[in-house]
Protein backbone atom coordinates (compact mmCIF):
# COMPACT_ATOMS: atom_id res chain seq x y z
CA UNK A 1 0.00 0.00 0.00
CA UNK A 2 1.46 3.59 -1.01
CA UNK A 3 1.31 6.40 1.54
CA UNK A 4 -1.71 8.00 -0.86
CA UNK A 5 -3.59 4.59 -0.52
CA UNK A 6 -2.79 4.76 3.45
CA UNK A 7 -4.08 7.85 3.41
CA UNK A 8 -7.16 7.07 1.59
CA UNK A 9 -8.18 4.38 3.39
CA UNK A 10 -7.72 4.95 6.93
CA UNK A 11 -9.73 7.92 8.81
CA UNK A 12 -7.50 9.56 11.19
CA UNK A 13 -7.49 9.07 14.74
CA UNK A 14 -9.67 12.10 16.40
CA UNK A 15 -6.23 11.81 18.67
CA UNK A 16 -3.08 11.02 18.22
CA UNK A 17 -0.19 11.56 20.56
CA UNK A 18 3.14 12.52 18.63
CA UNK A 19 6.34 10.07 19.51
CA UNK A 20 9.24 11.89 21.81
CA UNK A 21 12.46 11.73 19.60
CA UNK A 22 14.10 9.15 22.83
CA UNK A 23 10.93 6.90 22.42
CA UNK A 24 10.28 3.53 22.15
CA UNK A 25 7.47 2.79 19.35
CA UNK A 26 5.89 0.29 22.15
CA UNK A 27 5.80 3.53 24.31
CA UNK A 28 4.04 5.38 21.96
CA UNK A 29 1.63 3.00 20.61
CA UNK A 30 1.18 1.35 24.55
CA UNK A 31 -0.16 5.41 25.09
CA UNK A 32 -2.27 5.63 22.00
CA UNK A 33 -4.41 2.04 23.43
CA UNK A 34 -4.33 3.73 26.53
CA UNK A 35 -5.74 7.23 25.22
CA UNK A 36 -8.71 5.01 23.71
CA UNK A 37 -8.58 2.75 27.14
CA UNK A 38 -7.61 -0.27 24.98
CA UNK A 39 -4.84 -2.75 25.06
CA UNK A 40 -2.19 -2.70 22.39
CA UNK A 41 -3.51 -5.94 20.69
CA UNK A 42 -6.82 -4.32 20.84
CA UNK A 43 -5.44 -1.46 19.10
CA UNK A 44 -3.89 -2.96 16.64
CA UNK A 45 -6.84 -5.28 15.60
CA UNK A 46 -9.08 -2.60 15.48
CA UNK A 47 -7.22 -0.49 13.47
CA UNK A 48 -6.64 -2.97 10.60
CA UNK A 49 -2.91 -3.49 11.28
CA UNK A 50 -2.79 -6.71 10.82
CA UNK A 51 -1.80 -9.78 13.14
CA UNK A 52 0.37 -8.41 15.96
CA UNK A 53 3.94 -9.03 15.16
CA UNK A 54 5.64 -12.09 16.80
CA UNK A 55 6.89 -10.27 20.46
CA UNK A 56 9.67 -11.61 22.89
CA UNK A 57 9.11 -12.66 26.74
CA UNK A 58 8.78 -8.66 27.79
CA UNK A 59 5.36 -8.50 25.79
CA UNK A 60 4.74 -5.18 23.53
CA UNK A 61 7.35 -2.47 24.73
CA UNK A 62 9.82 -4.56 22.81
CA UNK A 63 7.63 -4.09 19.57
CA UNK A 64 9.41 -5.90 16.36
CA UNK A 65 10.22 -3.45 13.55
CA UNK A 66 7.03 -2.58 10.98
CA UNK A 67 6.89 -3.36 7.32
CA UNK A 68 6.35 -0.08 5.36
CA UNK A 69 2.84 -1.10 4.92
CA UNK A 70 2.28 -0.72 8.29
CA UNK A 71 4.12 2.55 9.01
CA UNK A 72 2.52 3.71 6.41
CA UNK A 73 -0.85 2.97 7.44
CA UNK A 74 -0.05 4.31 10.91
CA UNK A 75 1.05 7.52 9.62
CA UNK A 76 -1.82 8.07 8.15
CA UNK A 77 -4.05 7.14 11.07
CA UNK A 78 -1.79 9.21 13.58
CA UNK A 79 -1.22 12.04 11.42
CA UNK A 80 2.36 12.09 12.13
CA UNK A 81 5.30 11.55 9.12
CA UNK A 82 6.30 7.62 8.58
CA UNK A 83 9.82 8.74 8.63
CA UNK A 84 8.74 9.95 12.25
CA UNK A 85 7.18 6.75 13.33
CA UNK A 86 10.33 4.66 11.28
CA UNK A 87 12.79 6.21 13.61
CA UNK A 88 11.44 5.25 16.85
CA UNK A 89 11.07 1.06 15.56
CA UNK A 90 13.00 -1.13 17.62
CA UNK A 91 16.37 -2.17 15.61
CA UNK A 92 15.84 -6.08 13.95
CA UNK A 93 19.02 -7.09 16.65
CA UNK A 94 17.56 -6.23 19.86
CA UNK A 95 14.80 -8.82 19.63
CA UNK A 96 15.73 -10.90 21.82
CA UNK A 97 14.22 -12.89 25.00
CA UNK A 98 14.83 -11.49 27.97
CA UNK A 99 14.21 -12.34 31.82
CA UNK A 100 13.95 -8.94 32.73
CA UNK A 101 14.14 -5.16 31.32
CA UNK A 102 16.14 -2.34 32.51
CA UNK A 103 15.01 1.25 33.18
CA UNK A 104 15.99 4.17 34.94
CA UNK A 105 12.99 5.42 37.51
CA UNK A 106 13.60 8.99 37.45
CA UNK A 107 13.49 9.57 33.59
CA UNK A 108 10.07 7.06 33.21
CA UNK A 109 8.42 8.95 35.47
CA UNK A 110 10.01 12.53 34.69
CA UNK A 111 9.24 13.64 31.65
CA UNK A 112 11.14 16.91 31.27
CA UNK A 113 9.01 18.05 28.09
CA UNK A 114 6.00 16.93 29.21
CA UNK A 115 5.16 15.90 32.99
CA UNK A 116 2.09 14.57 32.83
CA UNK A 117 3.07 12.29 30.23
CA UNK A 118 5.70 9.43 31.13
CA UNK A 119 7.21 7.32 28.35
CA UNK A 120 9.43 4.21 28.10
CA UNK A 121 12.71 5.65 26.02
CA UNK A 122 13.76 3.46 23.23
CA UNK A 123 17.44 2.87 24.34
CA UNK A 124 16.43 1.02 27.33
CA UNK A 125 15.84 -1.83 25.19
CA UNK A 126 19.16 -1.93 23.71
CA UNK A 127 20.34 -5.42 25.29
CA UNK A 128 23.62 -3.77 26.26
CA UNK A 129 22.82 -0.37 27.87
CA UNK A 130 24.18 -0.08 31.57
CA UNK A 131 23.49 3.00 33.13
CA UNK A 132 20.97 5.94 32.42
CA UNK A 133 22.55 7.98 29.86
CA UNK A 134 20.82 11.32 31.27
CA UNK A 135 21.47 10.20 35.31
CA UNK A 136 24.63 8.09 34.53
CA UNK A 137 22.80 5.36 37.72
CA UNK A 138 22.86 1.74 37.25
CA UNK A 139 19.56 0.88 35.53
CA UNK A 140 16.84 -0.89 37.40
CA UNK A 141 15.00 -3.56 35.94
CA UNK A 142 11.86 -4.71 35.87
CA UNK A 143 10.77 -8.41 35.10
CA UNK A 144 9.22 -9.56 31.97
CA UNK A 145 6.44 -11.00 33.88
CA UNK A 146 4.85 -7.73 35.21
CA UNK A 147 5.90 -6.04 31.65
CA UNK A 148 4.20 -8.82 29.22
CA UNK A 149 0.78 -8.81 31.93
CA UNK A 150 0.19 -4.52 30.94
CA UNK A 151 -2.30 -4.01 28.32
CA UNK A 152 -1.26 -0.62 27.58
CA UNK A 153 1.33 2.30 28.24
CA UNK A 154 -0.92 3.49 31.53
CA UNK A 155 -1.30 -0.26 33.29
CA UNK A 156 2.76 -0.49 32.66
CA UNK A 157 3.91 2.40 34.42
CA UNK A 158 1.15 1.67 37.04
CA UNK A 159 2.85 -1.73 37.62
CA UNK A 160 6.39 -1.01 37.39
CA UNK A 161 5.73 1.32 40.00
CA UNK A 162 3.64 -0.73 41.73
CA UNK A 163 6.38 -3.54 41.08
CA UNK A 164 9.49 -0.71 42.49
CA UNK A 165 7.23 -0.64 45.52
CA UNK A 166 6.89 -3.89 46.55
CA UNK A 167 10.83 -4.76 45.81
CA UNK A 168 11.53 -1.88 48.18
CA UNK A 169 9.11 -4.03 51.12
CA UNK A 170 10.69 -7.45 50.21
CA UNK A 171 14.57 -5.81 51.05
CA UNK A 172 12.92 -4.43 54.35
CA UNK A 173 11.79 -7.83 55.10
CA UNK A 174 15.16 -9.64 54.19
CA UNK A 175 17.13 -6.98 56.20
CA UNK A 176 18.31 -5.18 53.50
ZN1 LIG B 1 17.68 8.52 33.99
Given at each position: ???????????????????????????WF?????????????????????????????????????????????????????????????????????????????????????????????????????????????????????LR????????????????????????????
Amino acid sequence: MSPLQARVNFRPWPYAPRPFDDEAFGSWFGRVASRYQVTVEMAWEINGLGPLPALTSVGWILFAPLDESALDKLAALARIDAATIASIQTPDSWMVARRRLPFCFRCLVINPVDVSTPYWKRAWLNPSIIECCEHGAQLETAPSSVLRRAGNMQQLISSVGRYRRDAVKRRFRRGR
